[in-house]
């Protein structure tokens, strides 16, 4: 049985993925959209579907993205996973049981970010979590921490939560920060240009403010962050104004920025840069947001942290491209149709380099002192078995993989790999992204032998 | 650890019951398993298969792998991308079954 071939096939239904699905549908074009979660949104417009039409401004938002793309319609795959695009634009996909194959004429690849990776020492104690785990258990199941709950890191994600769990009753006892000394003041020369988007900081500063009155503790921690405990987290421990601090603690939320997500591309070897700014890596793309993969473009925080209303753009921009590129319309349309869409998306990021510069991740946080972080969850790696095989002669990431396991196991370098690399770096060594490869998502032996014969 | 807020829509979220390692979890509609273990206390869903260390979800979207579990005796899955449903029995992942 051959695969159903699809004009635009868009892996993600955040808002990037839903835009682009909508605008293509709508142009006529066939479109199958692919998530691994049930309902589309993404991961900011989580279960936005079950939450609209209740006062929150942001849950309408996305469900109005995933109207309009039903409403192209696109073919929507969910609850599923794609963990291979071969050259021909083969798209392999599977919900743990049951695999399918899809042919793509065009590909979006909206697979946004997720969070950079924190090793703190006792990281791995149940209770620690992210940020963004937080807002998703808000969100999609209308769950909330209780206790002693601290979240410690930088960035207005770990300061939206803390006011999102404020007005539904949530106090947490402090906020860690991690920034670096003088970060806002470099950040300064980045204001004028953010501007535009004033509304967005006094926003900022609104949930800052409302934390401040309801009495919840801001430290500026200087280093030494670590959770304690045997079997789940007891404590949170840090360092401010020269001295060790420690308070109980039932749950911890990390964050110190996202990072973006684009293994299927990196698995078909796009081409990747280094963000100086940003500090991640980001695929290389082209003004449509087209990678250096023919037909596969990368919309949304995959192809660098912009945020939604960014990516909801981009997404729109790399359809146009995609239905130009399937000569459903011709270049004029197109670029009259993206003029907008590109005033649009410079006011969307106009803030994006004073967020970068005034919230960067910690020197610490990025390549933990202590050798007994595990810098691997998956295969129980520490900071000092990397260093042991350094000086065993393992140089550059990959060899360091191969001589310690570290990014061999399920999660496949999501936590640990930028964590390797800067160790390479710090090293003296090149910086270069881990090597990435399919499948890029788990996939069954069953679910596999069940392609071969279709 | 974890409590679940009172809905706010007309129409409350339908509940379902499914196991855990044998023992009665609750869960509403739309969320996932990993969100209804949290909150009903259970303390890891698996031990680490090097290290024998309880985990628990530490990203809750897939990527960190922390949440697996054994669904109806299969093979591991990410308790985070699966829907409660009724009559559900969930295990933790052990072992070598804990790499998916």
């Known amino acids: ?454 | 650890m974890f409590r679940r807020l009172h809905d706010t829509g007309h129409v409350p979220a339908q509940s379902y019951r499914f196991q855990f390692d044998g023992r009665d979890v609750e869960g509403f509609a739309g969320e996932s398993v990993a969100a209804a273990l949290l909150r009903a206390g259970v303390t890891s869903f698996r031990l680490h298969p090097i290290d024998a260390s309880p985990r628990l979800p530490y990203c809750m979207m897939g990527v960190c792998q922390e949440c697996l579990v054994c669904v109806e005796d299969g093979p591991a899955r990410r308790a985070c991308l699966l829907p409660v449903a009724e009559g559900l029995r969930v295990g933790p992942a052990t072992g070598k079954d804990a790499e998916p």
């Open chain 1, 1 to 454: 049985m051959r695969p159903s071939i699809f004009d635009l096939v868009i892996v993600g239904g955040g808002p990037a993925g839903l835009a682009a699905a909508a605008d293509a549908g709508r142009a006529g074009a066939t479109v199958a959209i692919i998530d691994t979660q049930q309902e589309p949104g993404g991961q900011i417009y989580r279960a936005a579907e079950r939450r609209a039409g209740q006062g929150d401004a942001e849950a309408d938002h996305g469900a109005r993205l995933a109207s309009d793309a039903r409403a192209a319609d696109a073919q929507w795959f969910v609850g599923q996973s794609v963990w291979q695009v071969t050259p021909g634009l083969q798209v392999l996909l599977g919900d743990g049981q049951r695999a399918q194959r899809l042919q793509a004429r065009r590909l979006i690849l909206a697979t946004g970010a997720y969070e950079r990776p924190m090793p703190i020492p006792g990281w791995t104690l149940p209770g620690v979590m992210t940020a963004g785990a937080g807002q998703i258990l808000l969100k999609s199941a209308r769950t909330v921490p209780q206790g002693n709950v601290w979240l410690a890191g930088n960035g207005p994600l770990l300061l939206l939560l803390a006011s999102q769990w404020l007005k539904v009753g949530v106090k947490v006892r402090g906020i860690l920060d991690t920034t670096p000394r003088g970060s806002l003041t470099r950040a300064l020369r980045h204001l004028p240009a953010a501007l535009p988007a004033w509304r967005e900081l006094m926003r900022g500063v609104q949930w800052r403010a409302a934390l401040l009155r309801a009495g919840i503790p801001w430290i500026p921690v200087e280093g030494g962050l670590e959770a304690l405990g045997s079997d789940r987290i007891e404590a949170v421990a840090w360092r401010a104004k020269g001295r060790r601090q420690e308070a109980p603690a039932e749950a911890l939320f990390l964050h110190h920025g996202v990072i973006p997500h684009v293994r299927l591309l990196q698995a078909m070897g796009g081409e990747m840069r280094w963000d100086r700014r940003q500090l991640c890596f980001a695929p290389v793309l082209d003004e449509w947001y087209s990678s250096t993969v023919p037909g596969v473009a990368v919309a949304g925080d995959g192809g660098g942290i912009a945020g939604a209303a960014a990516a909801e753009r981009q997404g729109r921009l790399a359809a146009l491209a995609a239905l130009h590129g399937l000569g459903r319309i011709d270049a004029a349309t197109r670029d009259a149709r993206a003029r907008p869409l590109r005033r649009g998306l410079s006011r969307s990021t106009c803030m994006r380099p004073f967020l970068d510069v005034a919230f960067p991740p910690a020197a610490d946080l990025v390549v933990p002192k202590d050798e007994g972080v595990k810098i691997c969850r998956c295969e129980c790696v520490t900071v000092g078995r990397i260093r042991e095989a350094m000086t065993q002669g393992a140089s550059g990431a990959h060899e360091l993989k191969l001589a310690t396991r570290c990014a061999m196991g399920p999660c496949q370098g999501r936590q640990c790999a930028t964590t390797l690399e800067e160790m390479v770096v710090a090293c003296g060594g090149a910086r270069q992204p881990l090597r990435v490869r399919s499948p890029v998502e788990p996939v069954t032996l069953g679910e596999w032998a069940g392609l071969a014969g279709n």
